[in-house]
């Protein structure tokens, strides 16, 4: 009886040790995790704001496919004319278009989900201390500036400066955001070229004069934005499309390559290839670590009745139907305002594989005939290329801002 009790006596402590063991198993634990997710062992490891991607949505928005809905009852506009920075010709409620006030009452809606106007706030909040450069051509400043006069409205202490070669910037000084645009006609360095006395490969093939496109050197308005900004977003394409300034006669596109020229000479379309292709592998071999970069799609034309210097205009007062968007732009037409699509085929062919993301605000675009200064912009021709502002370009910096939104950082 006696030895039963002393062997059930010596099984007991085995509970309590093993509940011991496991509780400081368990605290071990929860303090190794702490540590790891504590941000100021982050930020020890790493000077630069990382970017991570989430997993892709199993059903991911299109967000291309959908139509403009006018707004009866519109909510106050993000900004007014009074924002400085708007390029005099973009400013078409101060320019008295019959139609100025009305742009701002149409909202593109998605078809299978919703693209809500941005929360200026909340974005100076979310994206402190980082810096966003557009590069690019007018179009992409047209974008910049609405990007600014829609932050300037909620945060007005602002400081004025050019980095990183800039054609304009600003820090928002409370978040320490920077925006910036860089001036980039073609991407690519571009000068004058003219034929040399000695002779050489070109003059031999009867060339006189004519523009020297190098297609392996960034223009050294942006050269080193990659190396400065977190977010970049890229455009280009108008230019490669202007005959007025590159006359295929008179004043050709020349590629060089590795400071020679291409013989036999490449058309425009091959050298946008080309350029395009050393942009992308300049561009990924000098970025900061974890910042992210955007190609914005082509921004469409609207001229009707010929080209700009044709007598070409842009009088519409609504959005187009979906027919008549596809007898304006239809490549199959061939018509005036085929440059936009033209463009597209370059650069998704270009990005392919590589990792930049595509904002596509083409498709949307083209249903906006209305929304382009027209006669109101101060030029000689009607201006059915550039925005007013307010207007479209507050759409396009809703989608990227969406795009953004859908990638989760860490500092």
């Known amino acids: 009886m006696a030895s039963r009790e002393q062997q059930h006596t010596k099984k007991v402590p085995l509970f309590p040790f093993l509940s011991l063991l496991c509780f400081a198993s368990i605290f071990l634990l929860l303090s190794l995790s702490r540590k790891t997710s504590s941000p100021s062992a982050s930020h020890s490891h790493s000077h630069y704001r990382t970017f991570q991607t989430r997993t892709p949505d199993p059903t991911p928005c299109d967000y291309s496919d959908g139509s403009w809905i006018h707004l009866p009852d519109p909510k106050p506009a993000r ?39 941005f929360d200026p706030l909340a974005f100076l909040h979310k994206f402190r201390d980082t810096n966003i450069g557009f590069v690019g051509d007018s179009l992409n400043r047209n974008m910049f500036v609405s990007l600014f006069c829609t932050l300037k409205r909620v945060s007005s202490e602002v400081k004025k400066w050019r980095p990183a070669g800039a054609d304009r910037g600003f820090t928002f000084l409370r978040y320490n955001l920077t925006i910036a645009y860089h001036r980039t006609n073609l991407l690519a360095r571009y000068g004058r070229w003219s034929a ?23 223009e050294g308005t942006w050269a080193e934005a990659p190396t400065f900004h977190d977010i970049l977003i890229f455009n280009t394409g108008h230019w490669w499309w202007a005959p007025s300034k590159f006359d295929p006669v008179k004043s050709p596109m020349l590629f060089f390559e590795k400071g020679e020229p291409i013989i036999p000479p490449i058309p425009p379309h091959v050298g946008l290839d080309m350029v395009l292709k050393h942009v992308v592998l300049f561009v990924e071999k000098r970025l900061q670590p974890g910042a992210i970069k955007f190609f914005r799609t082509q921004s469409p034309r609207h001229f009707e009745g010929g080209d700009w210097d044709q007598g070409g ?53 083209e249903f906006r005939a209305d929304a382009h200064p027209s006669t109101s912009g101060g030029k000689k021709h009607d201006d059915c290329m550039h925005w007013c502002l307010p207007g479209i370009t507050d759409t396009w910096n809703d989608l990227l801002i969406e795009h953004l939104n859908n990638i989760k950082f860490r500092d």
Do not use: M
């Open 196 to 218: 040399n006395a000695n002779g050489g490969a070109l003059e031999s093939l009867g060339y006189r004069e004519g523009f020297r496109v190098d297609i392996d050197v960034p």
């Open 79 to 117: 900004y007014d004319a009074t924002c400085k920075e708007i390029f005099k010709g973009w400013n078409c409620i101060s320019n008295n278009k019959s139609n100025g006030f009305d742009l701002t009452t149409w909202r593109w809606k998605p078809r299978t989900c919703d693209l809500p106007p």
């Open 313 to 365: 205009s842009c009088q519409r007062l609504q959005p187009l139907l979906p027919e008549q968007v596809e007898e304006i732009f239809s490549l199959k037409k061939n018509g005036t305002n085929v440059e936009a699509r033209l463009v597209n085929e370059h650069l998704y062919k270009a990005l392919k594989g590589s990792g930049f993301h595509i904002l596509d605000i083409t498709r949307l675009s």
